[in-house]
């Protein structure tokens, strides 16, 4: 196929990544095979500022937005998120506010831990438009410790030599990852013009990395010259002797590749998806429709076919116009209903959990949960979100009633809705041992009408189900909401019941994120949140500049401190 003009959303009239110039335009990340002088290029905060640097693109031809922030723009709703590849690289998350029909664009994208570039955050969509760079099966990079090892070993062994190791890597991306890994094992790295450039404006932009030392066509022993592919056989470099190279790709995964690149080396250093990571993206965004682009596109589209998937290759001559609405006007396999996923704050809360819950690393989540504390714009939502993030349900002060359920009743409450099977969701919690997970996915088997709810009503029917004594009675509001829910919030609305939205996330991390999100330091959040013991009073206090007001809590009151035995109200 021919795909070097771009990919077009007609009903947006928005470009994703295209060569030519165009009115207006999605532009993923700042590397010149995705960039062209657009009347208006989306992007995100970080990519405008190296477009501004590396291309001379002026404030009037740029749109910068920052991550997870929602733009509503003729009747859509977009929302840019990390992607991983490069730094400021992002994705186009696109949801029509009338049907809420919904499509990811991913990009460049790469799930492995960088040191330069945002985690990547995904996003469940009715379309996926993903890169398949690595779309075989053989692409299969080493674990990022043996790729690190493997570059460490090669400077070790030159510098053992006698030799100045020089590492070639893309101007803008590998060079500053390779930069960033060196600087960490305190190893001195001279840098091409051009590298030093990008690794300047990385700084300039807040990427945590040495100051740039430019190469001036000689080193000294110890010292690593890092290089664009394109400058290994510059004149500057002719004059440096006892060089070794090596070159960091992801093609080094292929046969002859040293040979091919006239390398000495060649190590998997890669800031693309492998195979793997490419499954993996699709596992997370549950698309009901894949369109493939770049690399092994056919083939992984094929793969995908044979795995269930209802996957193509985008395919033109010069366009792919992109509808969002194909998703959800194709048929689905089985017959299982397209339940429309409602545009609603309790939405984002669940967008936000997914992401916190997708990844292991603290600075992610604190990344994630900051960029969506600060998008707030109520005390009362701020309270609630900080509240069940953190494990707890329902306040303290509401007269001893607590709020704890379990499988049992959650089980109950499925099997009540029509349509629901029993040896399904035994199914299913047998081989996910989720709850949630489990719930999610039978609720996905059945047809429902999901309604908006926002977190208020959400905690007004968490009061509901704390204040009724009758099990019965609490499975049937349970099966109620449930069926009035899509089952993306159920599954959120199951993990807040059970203490485990954000995967059991540490309070740490939450003060972490209220400090980023309100420019507070970390101490002073952890401090008015030993104070107060309220880390939603704390988050609303960070809010408003007033963490120095925190209070301690009032002792008990007597008919609190009297209060049955039963108060802590549970099912199960």
């Avoid at 429902?448 to 959400?458: E, F, Q, R, S, T």
Wanted: with cysteine; hydrophobic share 45%; proline share 7%.
């Amino acid at each position: 196929m021919c795909f070097q003009r771009g990919l077009h959303l007609p009903e947006l009239d928005l470009w994703l990544d295209p060569l030519d110039a165009k009115p207006r335009a999605f532009v993923s990340h700042a590397h010149a095979d995705h960039v062209a002088r657009h009347g208006s290029a989306l992007c995100s905060e970080v990519t405008a500022g190296l477009l501004r640097r590396r291309f001379r693109l002026s404030d009037g031809q740029l749109e910068p937005v920052g991550f997870h922030l929602p733009l509503e723009r003729d009747g859509f709703r977009l929302r840019l998120l990390p992607a991983g590849h490069i730094a400021g690289s992002a994705m186009l998350h696109v949801t029509r506010l009338k049907d809420q029909a919904s499509l990811l664009y991913t990009g460049d994208f790469k799930l492995r831990r960088s040191r330069t570039a945002e985690p990547v955050g995904f996003l469940t969509a009715d379309t996926l438009v993903m890169e398949t760079t690595f779309g075989l099966p053989l692409f299969v990079l080493p674990g990022p410790m043996e790729v690190e090892s493997a570059l460490l070993r090669f400077v070790n062994d030159a510098f053992a030599d006698g030799e100045t190791p020089v590492l070639c890597a893309y101007s803008l991306g590998k060079a500053q990852e390779a930069v960033a890994l060196l600087a960490e094992n305190d190893i001195p790295v001279l840098q091409y013009s051009t590298v030093a450039a990008m690794t300047q404006a990385c700084r300039e932009l807040g990427v945590d990395l040495p100051e740039p030392v430019v190469f001036e066509g000689y080193a000294l022993p110890g010292q690593v010259v890092v290089v664009p592919p394109s400058a290994l056989r510059a004149k500057l470099l002719k004059g440096l002797q006892g060089k070794r190279s090596a070159m960091l790709t992801g093609w080094a995964l292929q046969a002859g590749a040293k040979y091919r690149y006239r390398v000495d080396e060649v190590i998997p250093f890669s800031d693309h998806a492998d195979h793997p990571g490419l499954l993996e993206c699709v596992r997370r965004v549950r698309p009901r429709r894949v369109l493939t682009v770049h690399g092994f596109a056919r083939e992984f589209a094929a793969e995908l076919r044979a795995k269930g998937i209802d996957a193509w290759c985008a395919m033109g001559d010069d366009q792919l116009e992109l509808s969002i609405a194909q998703a959800a006007q194709r048929p689905r396999a089985g017959n299982v209903p397209r339940q429309a996923r409602p545009i609603c704050a309790l939405a984002d809360f669940t967008d936000l959990c997914r992401l916190v819950g997708d990844t292991s690393s603290r600075v992610a989540q604190t990344k994630f949960i900051a960029a969506y504390l600060s998008g707030l714009t109520s005390d009362p939502d701020l309270r609630l979100a900080v509240r069940w993030l953190s494990g707890e349900v329902l306040p303290a002060h509401c007269g001893g009633l607590a709020l704890r359920e379990g499988a049992l009743t959650v089980r109950h409450a499925l099997l009540s809705l029509p349509g629901a099977r029993a040896e399904r969701y035994q199914e299913l919690l047998l081989s996910s041992k989720d709850v949630a997970r489990s719930a999610r996915l039978v609720l996905q088997e059945i047809p429902l009408k999901p309604d908006p709810l926002d977190l208020p009503g959400l905690e007004t029917f968490f009061l509901a189900l704390a204040r009724s004594a009758a099990p019965l009675e609490r499975i049937a509001l349970l099966a109620a909401r449930l069926a009035t829910l899509h089952p993306t919030e159920s599954e959120t609305v199951v993990r807040v019941l059970v203490g485990d939205p954000g995967r059991r996330l540490d309070h740490a991390v939450i003060e972490d994120a209220i400090a980023a999100a309100f420019a507070a330091t970390p101490v002073a959040v952890r401090h008015a949140h030993q104070v107060s013991t309220d880390l939603a009073e704390t988050a609303v206090l960070a809010r408003h500049a007033r963490l120095a007001d925190a209070l301690a809590p009032p002792p008990p009151a007597a008919h609190q401190a009297a209060a049955p035995a039963d108060a802590t109200l549970s099912l199960d």
